[in-house]
């Protein structure tokens, strides 16, 4: 188990990659940002110590730590132990979850290793928001979309704000860059996907008029939420989708119709496998 170490002392050196998270330049994206990944609260550091990130230190009250009792029993990094007054004091702010970890990055994976198995990916645009983008990994989670491509102009997933609004699930969703945008929407192609780009325009596709195919594997493109997706990226798609919607509202949230074309599309990807299935056992 990590080993237990009880600090009251909130100068206390060991401390430090904690330490003053509001200040700009803790941000892993920004210059001089440290890189680290940072977890908040039980539920958020548990997916931590799970995934494929090495977790470096854990910092909270003995409550929490507690909670994360089992969670630590194969972690070899230090908990250090401390009242809510002095991990406020560290960090910068009270924290309500009572609990953080610090862990390394590791090498984004290659595009091929994203797409590998997946059914259903999505392929981001401008989106900066780091909440957004949160939000919207938390969405691609839940809903069984298999990976996420971040093209020009996205924010850092492991940002702590971003990790924090995705519950943890951007640890667990594979991503990684697109470097030639948007010539390397080709990979895709090349793998068997169908570009679809997620637009308002009025002669797009309604997402529910796709028909489910055997064995299709669909990209969706997703663009900022101030000017949705460049001429560049919808003209390299293979086809314009859209989500109907009432009078006098022309666009959500990009985590909000993100969740929505998620959902049409995975349902549209599990039915064209149960035809493919069913389709094998007819010719049995």
């Known amino acids: 188990m990590a080993s237990l170490i009880y600090t009251e002392d909130a100068a206390d050196r060991r401390l430090d990659e904690f330490r003053d998270l509001t200040t700009a330049d803790r941000r892993p994206d920004r210059p ?20 494929q990130y090495r ?9 929490r730590l507690a909670e994360l009792a089992d969670d630590l029993a194969g972690v070899t990094a230090p908990a250090y132990v401390t009242s809510a007054d ?6 910068g702010f009270h924290l309500n979850r009572g609990v953080l970890a610090v862990a390394d990055r590791v090498a984004r994976p290659p595009v091929e290793e994203v797409l590998a ?7 981001l645009e401008g989106v900066g928001d780091h ?3 949160g939000a919207l990994f938390r969405n691609a989670a839940a809903l069984g979309v298999g990976g996420v491509l971040l093209g020009p102009g996205c924010a850092d997933p492991l940002y702590r704000r971003s990790v924090r609004v995705s519950m943890g699930n951007v640890l667990r969703v594979p991503f990684t860059g697109l ?9 895709l192609r090349a793998h068997g996907f169908r570009i679809a780009a997620l637009t308002p325009r009025a002669d797009a596709v309604d997402l529910r008029d796709l028909p489910a195919a055997a064995g299709e594997r669909i990209a969706l493109l997703l663009g900022s939420e101030g000017h949705g997706l460049s001429e560049e990226a919808l003209a390299a798609a293979d086809l314009a989708v859209r989500i109907p919607m009432a009078d006098g509202v ?16 995975t349902t549209r990807s599990a039915t064209g496998a149960t035809m493919a299935a069913a389709g094998t056992r007819g010719e049995r």
């Not at 001089?32 to 995934?51: F, H, K, P, Q, W």
């Not at 977790?55 to 409550?63: F, H």
């Not at 198995?117 to 392929?123: F, N």
């Not at 022309?250 to 599309?265: G, K, P, Q, R, W």
């Open 250 to 265: 022309d666009s959500l949230n990009i985590a909000t119709a993100a969740a929505v074309a998620f959902y049409e599309l």
């Open 86 to 91: 002095v991990m406020a004091r560290v960090v």
């Open 131 to 133: 909440e957004n983008l």
């Open 32 to 51: 001089g940002g440290r890189g680290l990944v940072i977890a908040e609260g039980t539920v958020v550091v548990r997916r931590l110590l799970e995934s």
């Open 117 to 123: 198995g997946a059914g259903v990916v999505a392929v």
């Open 179 to 187: 470097e030639d945008w948007p010539a390397s929407l080709d990979v």
């Open 55 to 63: 977790v470096r230190a854990v910092l909270g009250v003995e409550r």
